[in-house]
């Protein structure tokens, strides 16, 4: 086995690939468009023959974000795949993983929606990803890929945050970041946890009880408020930490903008090409990518609106990631929306005469 | 036959009863005359003869047994309504050396998680499922439950439940036991003491079955709940 291989491939194939050179444990799925690839990258792979990884059709997803509950409960690295519709349907486990405390990732590999909606890519989840969509008071650590190379290497990076905080991460891809093929360089293999390591590096996990410890229950329940209530603020304040040490974010020529476009996922690859063309025109863009959706580069963004005139905030929906930037913004400088929905994605030619109408807007008054 | 008294018995020191050592010492939280107890007692023995403290995997589902965790002295992991076949799923395969198995009421088997049940069946996972029909939704305080018997009288149904409202009563493991995937089914009683000797032992062949990789093993428990009955 090459450590480190140049390929052409498609998002959801070395999302597949990283995942079995991660080390892994378990994958559980169920056929989506435009995700389908994930598992049957994975199947055909036969992964359990080499490093042992278990790869399992699911029933439902339902059933395939319960199947993460289990091997996340038992300490393993686990992970599920789907996207709108399916995504909908694991919440209630999600949250169920939140509640218990549990590390695992889930990939979102967006579709415009509501209801069946289209298979073509959107932005769309984003309430769902950062906002909850599960019930109850929760975070999941959610990152934004921006093209194939990131949908390899966030593998690791969302299995290392989930583990270190037991928190539950997400990656948020969208239809295009799966569905096109780039050069990647897949991540170098690392192997598999033994049982003995589990169960000395996550004495939490449910692996059956020796006599040398008390018996170990992974569980969200608990009845009396006032140990419910210790236990939601002893997660928040987990959440406080992840928001003041995991935040990330990342800047394309914003030292010197006068105007800042903020944008996530394939948007912000496609409009580093506006921010060129901006500049070309004169009007000093910059762009803001932010690479954690939850936690979200509050700071970052609100250092740079003390030197920008106006904010566009452009995205795959209705308007969603916009509200987290007007917090940010604190009302100092008008934030503008500009999005495509259904499925249609724009050019970088379209977003430059969106920036360009609100530069002329804003400096004219 | 000529009985001996209990004096006789605690003079010559002689064990006719002990305490059950996988079970905790914490206070059960189950209505008097609750199966669930009796059966709670009999997985703990099965698991104490068996050696299978340090071996066990116990899924709990959401029903009364809800909080086996604090009973049964292995390592639990508490599942989603209807869900626990797919957590015993991953669960056994990421650990196939250990026994897995469920413990779930009718509401929780046979209604919201019919899915996840008998794809577990089909697939033939190796786990073992403690199914215990009260015939009822008892922790939500008495509604029909997909078992429930024609003319039987709950919550949601006060009439009694009639086939053209409410459909006919589920007897799935009649659709389990057609599963190629199953490799040990039982359906048992636990109202006299006969009848307990009986449910324990089928529990004992249902975890070696799935030890022994034969297939799921299914164990039917007739039970009672005396609460919401109306
Ligand atoms: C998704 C979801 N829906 C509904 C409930 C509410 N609920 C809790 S227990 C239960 C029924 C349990 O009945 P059963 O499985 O027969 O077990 P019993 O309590 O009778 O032992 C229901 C509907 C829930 N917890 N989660």
Same mark, same amino acid.
């Given at each position: 086995m090459t450590e480190q291989t140049a390929d052409l491939l498609k998002g959801n194939e070395a999302l597949a690939l990283a995942a079995i050179r991660y080390g892994c444990d378990g994958y559980f799925g169920y056929p989506i468009t435009p995700q389908s690839e994930v598992l049957e990258t994975l199947m055909a792979e036969a992964p359990w023959e080499t490093t042992g990884m278990v790869v399992m059709q699911a029933e439902s997803e339902p059933a395939a974000i319960n199947m993460v509950y289990g091997g996340a409960a038992c300490g393993r690295r686990v992970m599920t795949s789907s996207s709108g519709p399916g995504i909908s349907l694991k919440q209630e486990g999600i949250s169920y993983l939140a509640g218990a405390e549990l590390p695992a990732l889930i990939v979102n590999v967006m579709r415009g929606g509501p209801g069946l909606g289209t298979i073509q890519p959107s932005q769309a989840d984003y309430f769902q990803a950062v906002k909850g969509g599960g019930h109850g008071d929760y975070r999941l650590i959610v990152l934004a890929p921006a093209g194939v190379q990131d949908m390899a290497d966030f593998v690791s990076l969302a299995f290392d945050l989930a583990f270190a905080y037991r928190v539950p991460a997400m990656i948020l891809a969208d239809g295009a970041i799966g569905q096109m093929m780039e050069k990647v360089t897949l991540p170098p293999w690392r192997r598999r946890l033994t049982d003995a390591e589990i169960a000395e590096r996550y004495p939490?996990?449910?692996v059956g009880k020796p006599a040398s410890r008390s018996r170990n229950v992974l569980t969200s329940l608990e009845l009396d408020q006032a140990v419910m209530e210790r236990k939601s603020l002893a997660l928040q304040e987990r959440y406080a930490r992840i928001e003041a040490a995991e935040t990330r974010s990342e800047a394309y020529l914003t030292d010197d903008a006068e105007m800042l476009l903020v944008a996530f996922g394939s948007a912000a690859r496609i409009y580093r090409k506006t921010v060129d063309l901006a500049r070309q025109r004169g009007v000093r863009l910059g762009l803001l990518r932010p690479v954690t959706l939850w936690p979200f580069p509050t700071q970052a963004i609100a250092r740079l609106v003390g030197q920008v005139t106006s904010v566009l905030v452009v995205e795959l929906n209705a308007g969603q990631m916009v509200e987290d930037v007007r917090l940010a913004a604190g009302g100092r400088v008008p934030v503008e929306h500009y999005g495509r929905l259904g499925g249609v994605v724009f050019s970088p030619d379209e977003i430059l005469e969106a920036a360009l109408s609100q530069w002329n807007k804003t400096n004219r008054k | 036959m000529k009985r001996t008294s209990t004096d006789t018995i605690r003079r010559e020191g002689r064990v006719v009863h002990r305490r059950t050592p996988l079970l905790t010492d914490a206070h059960m939280h189950y209505c008097p005359g609750c199966n669930h107890a009796t059966v709670h007692r009999l997985v703990a023995e099965v698991l104490d003869e068996m050696g299978l403290q340090a071996d066990a995997i116990g899924i709990g589902s959401v %029903?009364?047994?809800?909080?086996i965790y604090n009973y049964i002295d292995i390592d639990w992991i508490q599942a989603s309504h209807g869900r626990a076949p797919a957590v015993a799923t991953a669960v056994k395969r990421l650990n196939p050396s250990r026994l897995v198995f469920t413990y779930q009421g009718d509401g929780d088997l046979a209604a919201i998680g019919t899915a996840e049940t008998i794809h577990a069946c089909n697939r033939g996972e190796n786990i073992a499922i403690i199914y215990v029909n009260?015939?009822?939704? %008892?922790?939500?305080?008495?509604q029909m439950a997909p078992t429930t018997p024609l003319g039987m009288r709950t919550s949601t149904t006060p009439q009694g439940r009639d086939a053209r409202l409410h459909g006919y009563p589920l007897d799935i493991c009649r659709l389990l036991r057609r599963l190629s995937g199953v490799g040990f089914m039982a359906r048992r009683r636990v109202d006299t003491p006969r009848h307990i000797r009986t449910a324990k032992q089928a529990i004992r062949e249902a975890f070696e079955c799935s030890l022994a990789g034969r297939g799921t093993a299914v164990v039917e428990i007739m039970a009672e709940c005396l609460t919401n009955k109306f």
């Open positions: 939490w996990a449910a | %029903g009364c047994s809800v909080f009260n015939s009822i939704y %008892g922790m939500t305080g008495g």
